[in-house]
Structure formats: C-alpha cells, structure tokens
C-alpha cells in the first residue's frame, strides 16, 4: 500500500518497498555503464534505458532526453506541482560508475552485484546508483504523485565529465525550481544523517624546470651543473611549513564548526600507515574542507629503477589545489601560481602554467528546505543531522545553481564515508538506503507543509 496521505505510516510504506527496490539495485548494478573514454558505450546507453522504464513504472509520465555532444544521454523527467500553491524539488543522480580498476583487489566481480553483511557489494552500487534507487522509492512510495512538484535529473557521464556540467544556466526554465535534492553523497558515517553544505574547489598547475640541453655524467659534472630535479624538489617544499599546513599566501582558511572525523576514523579511512603521522594543524575539519590543500599528483623525473648517474636536466610536476568553498578559483589559482613564480630555486626560474579551475560552493541553510531536510533526517535515523564538507568536488552543482539561484541545495545520500566508492569492493548498506528513501519522503512532506505555510504567512 503506497502512502498518498502526510498521516500515513512512511516507515510500513518504504518497508514494503525494499524487495523491489533492491532488486532493481542488483539489476542497475549489474550493467557495467563506464562512460569513461576506451570503455563500450553500450552498457550506458542500457542502464539509461533502464531507468526511463523505472520511472515510467513509477508514475512519470513526462520524460525526455538530453543530448549533448560528446557525452552520454541525461534523463530528464518532471511531475507537475499537485498544487498552485506547492514547490517544486529537482532531484539529480548519475547512472554511470568509475571504472573498476585493478579487478584482482575485488573479492568478487565488480559487475555482479555480491551479498556483504547488512548490504551489496559492487562498482557505482553506493556511487551513484543506491541515490538513483532512493528516488524511485519516494516516487513509488507516493504512488508517482508526491506533494511537491519534481524535476528528475539522473546524468550518464558525471564520473569523467562532461558539458552537462555548464549546461543548465543556457537552459534555467527547464531547471526552475524551489529546492534540489543533490544525492550523490552520504553519511559522515552509517547510522548519522548528513547534510554537506560545501564542496572545496579544485584547480591545477603545472611547474618545471629545464637546466640542461641534456643528462650529464654526475661524476664530472654533479656539484656544479644544475639539477633540474634537485631545483624542482626544492621549490615543492615551500608549499607547505614544517607542520604541514599550506604556506601559499592568499589561500583562505577557516575555522571549521561542523562535525568531522575522528582520527582514528580518518586514518583507517585514508589507509594510513601505523604510526605515520597525519600532516598539518588544527581540526580535521579546517584540513579537509575549510582550509586548501596542495598535492603533487605527478612527477616527470627519471625513474629509481632506470636511474643513470646523471644530473637530470628537465623536470615537471602537477599540482592540485583544493581551496576554500567560497574562494574564487581564479584567485586561488592565481596565489600558487604567484607563490611559485617568485620562486627561484639556486638563483634558476620556474615555468609555471595554471590548468583547469572548478568552483567551490557552500550553501545556505536557513530555509525552508533545509528545515524540512533536518526534520525529515531526524524521522529516518532518529538523531539530529549533522552538517559537513567534502574535498571533493560536484562540478554540476554550481551550473545548477545558476540555473535556479533561489533554489536551496540540498546534498545528502544512501553513500557513507565508509562505502569504498572509486575503490575495490565498493559497497552499499541496505539500512542506509531504506533510511534514504524514508528521508526523501518525509523531506517532500514536510516541505510541502513549511512551504505552504509560508505561501500563506
């Protein structure tokens, strides 16, 4: 019996739900929808298929596709507001999955979705494809005519990337609306419902250093002859202080209030080595989410196992920046470029060249969505919501949110930090994903309720 009526039992509603929706977990699972380069395009253009046949059972009866060059199709569905007076919610997923990587490290089949205590195991099942579930369940659990009006935005090429990214500003009308319901992340940890309400932005720089028209022997040259490496080493470690904060002038960092990690937490999390320690001051708050974060992410240099005694007369590195949510990229980017141009290691200049730039954001959470969305967490897990950050970046979100700039941006998911996503042995709970459905349900009834409220005030 689906629940039509505020007065309903939810919690009976999304109980009888389950054994369908977790069968259709397996069956989306099961197609192995890379949208990465060199990989088949057949398999994402299935699981779309799919999923336009899941909704249409749910009750949409409005669903397009969007095609944009060079990236796999978006499905767009849309159920009007039952009333004048109700708002509408623009829910968003993707469908396509990381590759699986080294399959060896899996301990099953990524593609076969695999039994584990209290869940699934498979690639894309907690990232994105359990938050592509928990729609479909509040959409069955009323009966495809929920009390808000919906947008349905599920994208198949989010993991590599893609133009859908800066596309809905060109297009704001098909995108209006009075909250979304970003749900491509999750718990801080099973069991504790989770509001993010910032994403670090992210950019890139390239810097290295040419000394020598070629390799020179180190025994007749080395102690003179400038090493490109040594140069380049050397302007790398002034990036960062003897604690291992950022020392790059001009990089925003805030003290971080929300809840976080415990070290124990983190340092199981991130596979630290036993007593190595974790790098930088302060919370690991303002370390992961309010404060930046350069790493080198490569390195052209000769390798240990090819090493010939010889000054290295080239060298080059990558750098990725993770900056404060609310610092403009440009800026960001723009202090490491200036910090390392200044730089002139042993008296030799640098060649620096700044790279791609995604923004940050941060989200307001005084209205009356984020209310319903405190409530409505609270009902499912029973304890209060609690907020946080991710390093991470949804490039997505800031093109959403210029197509709907008074729209509240809601980011929470069946995911929790512990699920292995973009890893070996990727997994979702099942508690996890009921209690995510429950939310989103609970969340379309109670914003409803505060917006009509409102409406009438």
């Known amino acids: 019996m689906a629940a039509t009526d505020p007065d309903n039992d939810l919690r009976a509603t999304v109980d009888e739900l389950m054994d369908g929706l977790r069968s259709d977990l397996e069956r989306l699972a099961a197609i192995p929808s890379v949208a990465f380069p060199g990989f088949p395009g057949q398999p994402v253009r299935e699981a779309h298929d799919l999923l336009v046949g899941l909704l249409r ?191 790059v002038e001009g990089l925003r960092r805030d003290e971080w209030t929300g809840t ?3 070290e124990e937490e983190f340092r199981d999390l991130a596979g630290v080595e036993p007593g190595v320690p974790l790098i930088g001051s302060g919370t690991l708050g303002e370390r992961l989410w309010s404060g930046p974060a350069i790493t080198v992410i490569g390195l052209d240099a000769p390798t240990v196992e090819h090493a010939a005694s010889a000054v290295v007369p080239y060298a080059r590195a990558k750098l990725n920046l993770r900056f404060h949510p609310r610092q403009d990229p440009r800026e960001a980017q723009a202090a490491l470029v200036a910090h390392l141009s200044a730089l002139k290691p042993f008296g030799i200049p640098l060649t620096v060249t700044p790279g791609d730039t995604g923004p940050g954001y941060e989200a307001a959470t005084g209205g009356p969505a984020y209310r319903a969305a405190r409530a409505a967490l609270k009902e499912a897990w029973g304890t209060e919501a609690s907020y946080v950050a991710t390093g991470g970046s949804i490039p997505l979100v800031n093109g959403l949110a210029q197509a709907a700039p008074g729209a509240e941006v809601l980011l929470f998911g069946a995911q929790d930090s512990m699920c292995n996503l973009h890893a070996p042995n990727e997994r979702v709970l099942f508690s996890e994903l009921r209690a995510t459905v429950l939310a989103m349900c609970a969340f379309a009834r109670e914003y409803a309720a505060d917006f009509r409220r409102g409406e009438s005030a």
């Open 260 to 262: 976080t990690y415990t």
């Open 57 to 247: 059972d749910a009750g949409v009866e409005h669903i397009e596709r969007i095609d944009l060059p060079d990236t796999a199709p978006v499905v767009f569905g849309e159920i009007p507001p039952p009333t004048p007076d109700a708002p509408t919610v623009l829910l968003y997923s993707h469908y396509d999955v990381q590759p699986p990587g080294d399959e060896s490290l899996w301990l099953s089949p990524p593609f076969e979705p695999t039994p584990v205590e209290g869940g699934l195991r498979a690639r894309g099942i907690a990232d994105d494809k359990s938050n592509v579930i928990a729609h479909l369940g509040m959409l069955r659990a009323f009966n495809g005519r929920p009390p808000v009006g919906i947008k349905i935005v599920f994208e198949g090429q989010e993991e590599y990337g893609s133009p859908f990214d800066t596309y809905p500003p060109t297009d704001p009308e098909r995108f209006a609306c009075d909250a979304m319901v970003i749900a491509d992340l999750g718990n801080l940890r099973p069991g504790t419902p989770t509001l993010t309400t910032g994403l670090r932005g992210a950019a890139e720089v390239v810097v290295e250093v040419r000394t020598l028209k070629e390799p020179r022997h180190s025994g007749e040259f080395g102690g003179a002859a400038p090493d490109a490496l040594l140069v380049l080493l050397k302007a790398l470690s002034t990036l960062h202080d003897v604690h291992g904060d950022v020392a």
